[in-house]
């Protein structure tokens, strides 16, 4: 399997706080250990997020300032999340699109979340950006695939899987971790406490020995029609359901 690409500029695309630690947790570590500099750049601030949002304030309705309370949360847990792998606040860029809705922006032509990504790729000139899947089965994801491959100009891309299993034909890297640095990657996943009441297991079953990457999508990245995604969101609900 080849090496992976130069890591001293690493850019992260990130759908939602928590990408950053589960799918790179472990690369982020061998980035900062090598010498090399690392951004994320989360597209939303993973604020439809009903459940656990009831099941922390103890009420049914989700108000205007419980949802500013939540963002706040999800900022906060991220940034010790990323200290923890080894990366100073300034690391991250939070672009607050809205959760839950990048593939309607992505169908509509917003230009908005390419034109944000493109400025980043510009003014940081990373080595190799990580992109989320468009084999991903979260709407958000391959919405992000789709932004990150349009904005990436000439830059080397790998992708990481978040929700389901990446094509095996398309697998680029593993990453092999230490045992240390899977023992900071549980700490940095454990970081992101409002997530963990309704999804613990499925979380840390993404600490393991390997992360994997795969191949640049520009052959197949594009916004998928209502019916593939309507489709992917019920599995992806169902595999939930069953994983939990
Ligand atoms: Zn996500």
Known sequence: ?????????????????????????????RAIEAGGRVRVVYLTDGERNVWPQRALFRHWRISAEDLREWVAIRRRET????RILGLPEPSATFLGFSDAMLAILARAGDPR????????????????????????LHGDHRAGAYFTHRAA???PILTYMVHGNGPP???AAILALTED????????????ASQLRLSRRRFLSHVR????????EHDVVRIDGPLHGAIATIRHA???????
């Open 79 to 82: 940034l010790a999340s990323l």
């Open 169 to 171: 034909e398309r697998l």
């Open 1 to 29: 399997m080849p090496e992976l690409p130069p890591l001293d500029r690493l850019l992260i695309v990130a759908p939602h706080p928590d990408d950053e630690a589960i799918p790179t947790g472990g690369l982020i570590q």
């Open 113 to 136: 979340p390419v034109a944000e990504l493109t400025k980043i790729v510009k003014a940081e000139r990373p080595t190799l950006i990580l992109s989320p899947s468009s084999f991903d």
């Open 238 to 244: 169902l595999g939930a359901i069953v994983r939990r």
């Open 153 to 155: 100009l000439e830059t």
């Open 181 to 192: 640095q899977q023992r900071k990657k549980r700490e940095a996943v454990l970081c992101h």
């Open 209 to 216: 020995v390997g992360e994997a990457f795969y191949t640049a």
